[in-house]
């Protein structure tokens, strides 16, 4: 996935992230700002009716996500789940991704791709 979006961000100068140094840096850093990804490669059963679990957003991220936001940066959270993609910005993420149900993920989310990300159209919302 982080390949796949750097590509796409290639006009706005997006690399990987790896921070062993300030756990909870996000896994993406373009000239307008940061994005965490997330994936999973399917639904659960019950993912209409109940949250949707993502183990391995730590609290860390959630934090860094806040304090970014509060900061006046532009931070965002990208979730993948099968052929859908969602885009959060970061203070809607860290206070509700991985504590709500799938309808409600699309809901909040600032942008909603159910058959794959539209490169114009998310580039649009970053900048």
């Known amino acids: 996935m982080r390949r796949r979006l750097i590509l796409k961000l290639k006009s706005l100068h997006a690399i990987a992230v790896e921070n062993p140094i300030h756990p909870g840096t996000p896994d993406v850093n373009y000239s307008g700002g940061w994005i965490e990804l997330k994936w999973m490669k399917k639904w659960k059963d019950n993912a209409d009716k109940s949250a949707v679990l993502i183990h ?3 609290e860390q991220q959630k934090r860094w996500l806040r304090k970014r936001t509060e900061a006046g940066g532009k931070v965002f959270l990208m979730l993948q789940v099968g052929s859908e993609y969602f885009l959060f ?3 809607v993420a860290a206070a509700h991704v991985g504590r709500i149900p799938r309808g409600k993920l699309i809901e909040l989310s600032y942008k909603y791709w159910p058959k794959g990300v539209n490169q114009k ?3 649009e919302c970053l900048v």
């Open 56 to 58: 391995h957003f730590t």
């Open 89 to 91: 910005k970061g203070d």
């Open 121 to 123: 159209e998310l580039i």
